[in-house]
């Protein structure tokens, strides 16, 4: 490392537009290719891109098995396990947890910071009712329902679906409720609130996957 | 990170504070389509009749509540990607970093599609025994028939029971 190496990091890419020697390999991204788009949010891309493939193969797997099955649970039956209702108000909860986080995010970026911690709190609660009312299902439907994993092939697939979904959102709640204190603790300014936006790129990705899982597992 | 101190987050030049969004109508947007989805499940499944033995009837054919319910869902989809994600401000690398995997995920999921419809076409004809209605699973009518061996001639009926193929790996 050379001795111009411990600079601080600038904060706008775009004031600097060549690498500096120590920064290159760090800041090799946004300044090598000249694209002023953070290592962060690419890092947070790609990420995303993996998480689709891999739902890609959850759902996939679903719709062609569904596809390829003769019986299905019959939604008029009166034995049909599946709440739509409950899930309905589920699939609420998770668009108002998006809105608060855009709300919360744009709040921070103009210097409210009041808001935007109330933004970030609201998010992080709406996400663990939702997992709240997910183990709730999930006791509903295997204490009560007798709909275990192991029953047949469409419980394997629900809960194979929506227990990845859960984990996933799960983990967005703790990463939310991390940001919420930070934020609590004054960490974020109009000039410093890349991580809010980074962890609202996953919450809003796990959001619209459940849009998309509420769909063809519920509705269709 | 070289440096010793810590420096502030950096954020894209791309993210203008003129992009602020107006949450409202994408509020509203997203909680009428999905009230609309449900709805619309839900008056699927009232105009349900039910006759034993026989498969269930609806107003319109499955198919038909599918593409209505899609036509619901992409935009819903389509709001929170392009605007709570932002991708509609952010660089086209980004938006190529977002799409191509969407993209793959249609390649890899459609081509097989049309082999588990054809496994659905081959479940449904797996026990053809002539004269008789094929409802699944190997039943021949209404309600349970007695289980007698593949090969053997039913009593009842004089016909002999086809041989049943093979349980693939989707079962």
Redesign the interface.
């Given at each position: 490392?050379s001795a111009t190496?411990?600079?601080?990091?600038?904060?706008?890419?775009?004031s600097h537009g060549q690498p500096h020697g120590?920064?290159a390999p760090?800041m090799a991204f946004?300044t090598v290719l000249n694209?002023?788009?953070?290592?962060?949010?690419?890092g947070m891309?790609?990420f995303?891109?993996?998480e689709?493939?891999f739902f890609?193969?959850l759902?996939?797997a679903y719709?062609?098995?569904?596809?390829?099955?003769?019986?299905w649970a019959?939604?008029?039956?009166p034995d049909y396990p599946l709440a739509?209702?409950l899930t309905?108000f589920n699939?609420?909860l998770l668009?108002?947890s998006?809105?608060t986080?855009?709300?919360g995010l744009?709040a921070v970026?103009?210097g409210e910071r009041a808001k935007g911690n109330l933004g970030l709190l609201l998010t992080t609660l709406f996400g663990a009712t939702f997992v709240g009312i997910q183990c709730y299902e999930y006791y509903e439907l295997i204490g009560h329902r007798n709909m275990t994993p192991d029953k047949d092939?469409m419980a394997a697939c629900f809960y194979a679906m929506t227990s990845f979904h859960g984990l996933h959102v799960l983990l967005g709640v703790i990463a939310m409720a991390v940001v919420t204190v930070k934020g609590y603790m004054g960490h974020f300014?109009?000039?410093?609130?890349?991580?809010i936006?980074y962890t609202g790129?996953y919450w809003?990705?796990v959001?619209?996957v459940w849009?998309?899982l509420f769909?063809i597992v519920y509705?269709? | 990170m070289t440096s010793t101190t810590h420096a502030p987050d950096v954020h894209d030049a791309t993210q203008s504070h003129g992009h602020a969004l107006r949450l409202w109508p994408f509020f509203l947007a997203l909680l009428a389509l999905t009230a609309a989805e449900v709805g619309l499940y839900e008056w699927w499944r009232g105009t349900a009749v039910r006759v034993e033995g026989m498969e269930t009837t609806y107003a319109i054919p499955k198919f038909a509540l599918v593409l209505l319910v899609l036509v619901f869902t992409l935009p819903k989809a389509y709001i929170v990607l392009v605007y709570f994600m932002h991708l509609r401000f952010e660089k086209a690398l980004v938006v190529w970093l977002a799409v191509v995997p969407l993209m793959m995920t249609f390649l890899a999921v459609l081509p097989t599609l049309t082999d588990g419809l054809t496994l659905k076409e081959r479940k449904l004809h797996s026990t053809p025994v002539i004269g008789e209605a094929n409802y699944g699973h190997g039943k021949t009518g209404p309600g349970d028939v007695p289980d007698h061996k593949e090969g053997e001639v039913n009593p009842d009926t004089g016909k002999v029971k086809a041989k049943t193929p093979e349980k693939s790996d989707y079962e």
């Open positions: 490392m190496a411990h600079q601080p990091a600038p904060a706008h890419p775009d120590g920064d760090l946004g694209l002023q788009i953070s290592n962060g949010k690419v891309w790609l995303l891109a993996s689709v493939m890609t193969g759902i996939g719709i062609i098995l569904r596809a390829g099955n003769v019986t019959d939604p008029t039956h739509i209702p309905a699939t609420f668009i108002c998006s809105v986080l855009v709300w744009q970026q103009q092939i300014s109009p000039k410093n609130y890349a991580i936006e790129l809003h990705f959001d619209l849009i998309i769909a509705l269709i | -």
